[in-house]
Each structure stands twice: as structure tokens, then as C-alpha cells.
């Protein structure tokens, strides 16, 4: 069984690594799928965006005590009252069903009647609300000014706090890497997209943006120290930040993904679809892409972004060319083993292959005659009765 402290404990002092920076490409392909997948599903899909932002009508029927088959008895009341286009059905907790139609204001007292002899309740327990499309688009105005206005403050504090433009885009990187990939889950699933929903993605990209800081910092840390020292490339040092942030970050995940699994479970089988579940499920899948591009996007895009600078690139040389250094005094203080240009054996022909360097014959070091004749016999003395 892997010790889970104990691995951490390596991946912090340099014992394990897992490459993340050098195998960039890899990750960069994984999340190139993803980013089609889901731009595909938005293409194709559209977005399902909820009653807030496209208008209509919005019955609640409560006391409902038999909600089996609740979309199609939804469906059947909502058409006998005259009211066209879509009807969406959900139950919201244990007894109330609420139903989503096109704006007609004038078949409303129609809907509730329907609505109330279908579900079989009076008919004061159906209520009726009239959701205009101005409402949404004013949030989604403010929204996308929002977004903006984020975007370019976190460039600004990052370029700022990094000193370095580079870490600013990276991380703005990352953002747009986590909200367009949980965008296009929402498309893809045909989740419900609510001003709730909206929040969560602004939430989302303050928790990317958190944990990608986070790791920029021990970048930070560990790549002034290679610069000082000369003892491991900026790469080296980058890999080794991530790695020693890796279990900082998974137990970051975990500890934040529990209460929100807790609230998902309870909203969908208690509460139903509401601010919390919409809320919820926009932070359960935007926190698990985020912690993902802090791990495996963020910090290599980093590295690719400052490999050419003179500074970077003189810190491999160097570090390359004192590692040959150190190979070749490893090399000639191995035991057994020719120092690097010596000659070497090569075939009886002088063009052939080299014979492999074997052990070196040790001159024979004089001893003396006592140690060759083995170790002297003591003298013993005899017992007393054969005295």
C-alpha cells in the first residue's frame, strides 16, 4: 500500500518527480481534446440557458402528492390551456413541481386551472410568474463587464506581484482553459445555465486563479535559488515547484470538492433545481478544472514562455556543462573503471571496435611474511592433569 505522507514527503524533497514540465505536450494534446469537445458542444449544442435570461412564464404547484410522470402531465396541462412552444417540468423538493412556458400573459388563469385539476390541488397553490428577457440580459451585461474588468486587474496584479508578464499570461491561460472547458460541459450535459450559474463561473475563475498563483509563488522561489546556486536548470526547478505543490494542491481539491459533492447529492434528490444546485454544480466541475490547469497547464506554459530568454538559456549551458564535469570526475573516481582519455584496447586491427574498459589490475602491494602464512598459531597450555 502507497504511503500517501510519505510520497508527498519525496515529491517535496526531489527523491520522486513526476515530469510535468518536460511532457508538455502531452498534457497540451489532452487539453486540446477537451477544448474541442467542448467548443463542439457549444457549436453544435448551444447553450441551455435558463427562463431568467430568455423570458416566459414560471408556474409553482405545490402540495403535489403524486409526482410520477410529472413532465408529461406538466406537458398535457400547458397545452390544454392554449400556451405554445416548450414546457419544462421539474420537482423542486418533495411536492412541488415547477413549470417553465413561453410568455402568455393572457392564458395564465387558464395554465393554473389546468395546472391544479391535472395535479390534483386547489387551484390558490398554483402560482404564476412573469420573467421578461430584460432581466437576463442586464445580468448578462454585467457579467461579461465583470469578466472583463477581472481579467485585466488579475493581468495587472500578477504582472505586477511576478514582476514578469509571462506568469500574468500563463495564469490568464489557465482561466480561459477552465471556463471554456466547464462552459462546454454545461452544453454538452444540456445543463441549465441560471444567473446562479453565472456566479459559480466567476467563482471558478477566483479559485483557478488562487491555486495557479500558489504554484507560480514556489516557481518563483525555486527558479531564484537555481539562478543563485547554478546547481539545476529553470526547468529543474519549475518541475520540482509543481511537485512539491502537487499534494498542497489534490488535498486543496478534495477538501473543497466534499462539502460541494454533499450539497449536489442533497440538491438532487431533496431539494431539486434551485440557486443551490446550479451554484454547486458550477463550482463542482470548475474547481476540478482548475486544479488540473494549475497542475499540468499553467507552470509548463511558464517554461515554454521564458525558455529563449538569455538568462534562461545560460543557466542550462552552465548547469549542462558542470554536470558533464561532475560526470567525468564520477567517472574516473569509479572503482574499477578507466578514467575518461585514457586508451583504450581497441581491435587487433586498430579500426575495430574498442574493447569494453574491464577492470583495472591493481598493483600488488607487499606484504608481510607473517600475513601470507595466514594468522599464528597461539600457544596453548596443557591441563592440569597432563601437566
Not at 5 to 31: C, M, P
Not at 232 to 257: C, D, E, K, P
Not at 353 to 376: D, F, L, M, T, W
Request: glycine share 10%; net charge positive.
Amino acid at each position: 500500500m502507497i504511503n500517501f505522507a510519505q510520497f508527498g514527503n519525496d515529491l517535496y524533497t526531489g527523491r520522486r518527480s513526476i515530469d510535468f514540465v518536460q511532457r508538455r505536450k502531452t498534457w497540451y494534446g489532452f487539453s486540446a481534446v477537451l477544448i474541442a469537445i467542448a467548443l463542439a458542444g457549444i457549436l453544435l449544442n448551444g447553450l441551455n440557458f435558463g427562463i431568467e435570461f430568455r423570458g416566459g412564464m414560471e408556474f409553482r404547484v405545490l402540495g403535489v402528492t403524486n409526482t410520477q410522470n410529472y413532465e408529461a402531465k406538466a406537458q398535457e396541462a400547458i397545452g390544454e390551456a392554449g400556451i405554445p412552444g416548450t414546457v419544462t417540468a421539474t420537482v423542486v423538493g418533495a411536492n412541488t413541481v415547477r413549470v417553465q412556458t413561453e410568455t402568455a400573459q393572457d392564458k395564465t388563469d387558464a395554465a393554473r386551472t389546468t395546472l391544479a385539476k391535472t395535479f390534483d390541488v386547489g387551484r390558490e397553490t398554483v402560482s404564476s410568474t412573469l420573467i421578461g428577457p430584460s432581466w437576463g440580459a442586464a445580468v448578462s451585461e454585467q457579467a461579461l463587464r465583470g469578466l472583463i474588468v477581472f481579467l485585466v486587474l488579475v493581468t495587472l496584479v500578477m504582472a505586477l506581484y511576478f514582476r514578469t508578464w509571462k506568469m500574468a499570461l500563463a495564469g490568464l491561460t489557465a482561466l480561459l482553459h477552465d471556463l471554456l472547458i466547464t462552459v462546454g460541459i454545461y452544453s454538452l450535459f444540456g445543463f441549465e445555465i441560471t444567473p446562479s450559474s453565472m456566479i459559480g463561473f466567476l467563482t471558478i475563475l477566483g479559485y483557478s486563479l488562487y491555486d495557479t498563483v500558489v504554484v507560480f509563488d514556489k516557481v518563483r522561489e525555486n527558479t531564484a535559488e537555481a539562478f543563485r546556486t547554478k546547481r539545476m536548470t529553470y526547468n529543474q526547478a519549475a518541475n520540482l515547484a509543481v511537485n512539491q505543490t502537487l499534494v498542497r494542491s489534490i488535498n486543496t481539491t478534495v477538501v473543497a470538492l466534499l462539502p460541494i459533492a454533499a450539497i449536489l447529492f442533497v440538491g438532487f434528490t431533496m431539494l431539486g433545481p434551485g440557486t443551490l444546485l446550479d451554484l454547486s454544480l458550477a463550482l463542482f466541475i470548475g474547481i476540478g478544472v482548475g486544479a488540473y490547469s494549475s497542475i499540468f497547464i499553467a507552470t509548463p506554459m511558464l517554461v515554454q514562455l521564458r525558455q529563449k530568454e538569455p538568462a534562461v538559456v545560460d543557466l542550462e549551458r552552465y548547469v549542462a556543462r558542470h554536470t558533464a564535469k561532475r560526470g567525468a570526475v564520477d567517472e574516473r573516481s569509479a572503482p574499477g573503471v578507466l578514467p575518461a582519455g585514457e586508451p583504450v584496447s581497441v581491435g587487433a586491427d586498430g579500426v575495430g571496435e574498442p574493447v569494453a574498459p574491464g577492470p583495472v589490475p591493481s598493483a600488488a602491494r607487499p606484504v608481510h611474511k607473517y600475513v601470507q602464512a595466514g594468522p599464528r598459531n597461539q600457544p596453548r597450555r596443557p591441563p592440569k592433569s597432563k601437566r
